[in-house]
């Protein structure tokens, strides 16, 4: 996959790999799916890997993609990594409590709140 193709942007943080999303809105399956390929590729390639996803440019998701988000923190799990979430918009937020997913992931309110939590 060509790097201006990526919907993603990752930088390396004080050994935390930090993911922006370029996309605004997260809705449509093929978007979905190469998010999940690209998330997946990272997670395979580090044991142990430090991750957070940092949602300051996202304004809409999908259920398709809170799905994608569960499958990927149970990849990090197997591989005894962290995953954290961070920037959430708050009517993203609100999705996260109804569905009580903000029970299983850790949500920050700020990158900075996240990264000094790992």
Same mark, same amino acid.
Not at 10 to 16: I, L, P, Y
Not at 31 to 55: H, N, P, Q, V, Y
Not at 66 to 78: A, F, M, P
């Given at each position: 996959?060509?790097?201006?193709?990526?919907?993603?942007?990752?930088?390396?943080?004080?050994?935390?790999?930090?993911?922006?999303?370029?996309?605004?809105?997260?809705?449509?399956?093929?978007?979905?799916?190469?998010?999940?390929?690209?998330?997946?590729?990272?997670?395979?390639?580090?044991?142990?890997?430090?991750?957070?996803?940092?949602?300051?440019?996202?304004?809409?998701?999908?259920?398709?993609?809170?799905?994608? $988000?569960?499958?990927?923190?149970?990849?990090?799990?197997?591989?005894?990594?962290? $995953?954290?979430?961070?920037?959430?918009?708050?009517?993203?937020?609100?999705?996260?409590?109804?569905?009580?997913?903000?029970?299983?992931?850790?949500?920050?309110?700020?990158?900075?709140?996240?990264?000094?939590?790992?």
């Amino acid at each position: 996959m060509s790097e201006e193709q990526s919907h993603l942007t990752v930088t390396n943080r004080s050994g935390v790999s930090v993911v922006e999303f370029a996309d605004r809105k997260i809705l449509d399956e093929l978007c979905i799916t190469e998010i999940r390929d690209e998330l997946s590729e990272l997670i395979m390639a580090t044991e142990g890997i430090k991750l957070l996803l940092d949602f300051r440019n996202v304004e809409h998701l999908s259920s398709a993609a809170l799905g994608v $988000l569960i499958t990927l923190n149970n990849q990090v799990t197997e591989r005894k990594g962290k $995953l954290k979430l961070s920037n959430i918009a708050p009517q993203i937020f609100k999705v996260f409590k109804i569905t009580r997913l903000n029970i299983l992931f850790d949500i920050y309110d700020t990158t900075e709140q996240a990264l000094s939590s790992f």
